[in-house]
């Protein structure tokens, strides 16, 4: 089965307009949910589930609106960050600090199968919108709940932002140079990723519910606790031999050659030998196979010993070619190696816009819009990026009508 965005939604000069919008698409299709969440974490798995099918019904606060609409870039009236992190997903307005609201949030959670939310804990239930609420109201109910620090702990009434997730998870303390400070992400990694368990989790519950015929299920993510889990064995090697991982640069303690490397035109590339038979290929490559008996580069151990030699042989031949050539010699010796990329390079990729990574979709204010494809491509069951985030509380009347038939 060809996806829809192969045939009629592509990046490049052969745009295709889809007119109408296409319906929707994806495993996810015929379930309901109900995106109460704010910016990042609790939003983005709404995103990831429309972006798979299901209905996603976002409420936002008839003030001004979910502040992802004024965060980041925009161009003239359009908050760009606001397309891509409200995608596919419907909109209506709720003050959730009003009888008035609560009452709305109520009944659509009584047809949702999903319910999203990141406020603070405590703050669903001061607005009689907990989870006691909400199961009572609907048995059926997955209630995915994202804080900063989770919903039990001393922490937990804190705020916490996803810079405060990877200072604290250990990110930060690994992330940069050993004679520089330590280094936080310039986007918002731990709540894409915090975003991404949540989708997983609640996919998990619904798949658990469905199969059993049984109840929905509250499911507690912090956002701490996901990218700590990416981060490797750390705790694992400090439990058992005292071991505090440290800063590194672009090495990793584990696996020498591995780094990036300026070329002779000022652009750069990266390279891993994480494997005995990559790491010979990239010294054959540099025209130094010889030095693979070496017994300081012959085994992994040792040119993680010796990784300063390593990384002079290396950066000084690539240091001699441009970019271009660096790439053609160690692709032709099948190694691991490839362009340190801008976004400007990375839409011009000919990989990337075969697979494709990208979509171009319609879009009222803007004419159209340039945005990740869905994460993962199903043979059967393709996911769809349907349109860019919406106006607020354009969609009021369908909601009503098609959730609760008024």
């Known amino acids: 089965m060809t996806s829809i965005l ?9 745009l295709v307009s889809v007119g109408d919008l296409p319906p929707p698409q994806g495993p996810l299709v015929g379930y309901r949910v109900l995106d109460l969440g704010v910016l990042f974490a609790g939003p983005l798995v709404g995103s990831f589930l429309g972006d798979y099918g299901a209905d996603v019904v976002k409420v936002e606060p008839p ?69 006691d609420e909400l199961h009572e109201l609907n048995p059926r109910l997955v209630m995915l709940r994202v804080s900063g620090f989770g919903q039990h702990g001393p922490k937990r009434e804190q705020p916490g932002f996803g810079t405060i997730a ?20 310039p986007f918002g990694l731990a709540d894409g990723i915090a975003a991404m368990a949540g989708a997983f989790a609640t996919v998990s519950a619904l798949l658990w519910r469905d199969a059993h015929d049984g109840e929905g299920q509250q499911i507690d993510i912090a956002i701490t606790d996901p990218i700590f889990s990416i981060l490797g064995p750390q705790s694992t090697v400090y439990d058992a031999l005292g071991i505090e991982q440290e800063r590194t640069g672009n090495r990793t303690v584990f696996t020498v050659p591995r780094g990036a490397y300026l070329c002779s035109d000022g652009r750069w ?138």
């Open 6 to 14: 192969t045939e009629k939604i592509s990046i490049g000069d052969d």
């Open 63 to 131: 003030q001004g609106g979910d502040s992802l609409r004024g965060f980041g870039w925009s161009k003239g009236d359009a908050a760009l960050y606001w397309k891509f992190g409200a995608r596919n997903k419907r909109t209506i307005t709720a003050d959730l600090r009003t009888e008035e609201g609560q009452d709305l949030v109520r009944r659509l959670a009584a047809e949702a199968d999903v319910v999203v939310e990141n406020f603070r804990p405590g703050r669903m239930e001061a607005w009689n919108l907990g989870w």
């Open 166 to 185: 990877e200072s604290m998870s250990g990110f930060a303390a690994i992330t940069g140079w050993a004679d520089r400070p330590p280094t936080l992400p």
């Open 269 to 406: 590339v990266a390279l891993s030998g994480a494997t005995q038979s990559v790491a010979r290929r990239v010294f054959e490559a540099i025209g130094k196979g010889e030095l693979f008996d070496d017994p300081r580069f012959s085994t992994n151990e040792q040119r993680v010993k010796n990784v300063d030699a390593v990384d002079e042989l290396l950066g000084e031949w690539i240091g001699r070619h441009d970019r271009d050539e660096v790439i053609e010699v160690f692709e032709a010796a099948q190694c691991a190696i490839g362009p340190v990329y801008g976004i400007s390079e990375i839409l011009e990729d000919e990989h990337f816009k075969a697979r494709p990574m990208f979509v171009r979709i319609p879009d009222d204010q803007l004419g159209e819009v340039v945005m990740p494809n869905v994460i993962a491509q199903m043979s059967a069951t393709p996911g769809l990026v349907r349109h860019p985030g919406r106006p607020m509380d354009a969609d009021r009347d369908e909601i009503l009508s098609s959730w609760l038939g008024e």
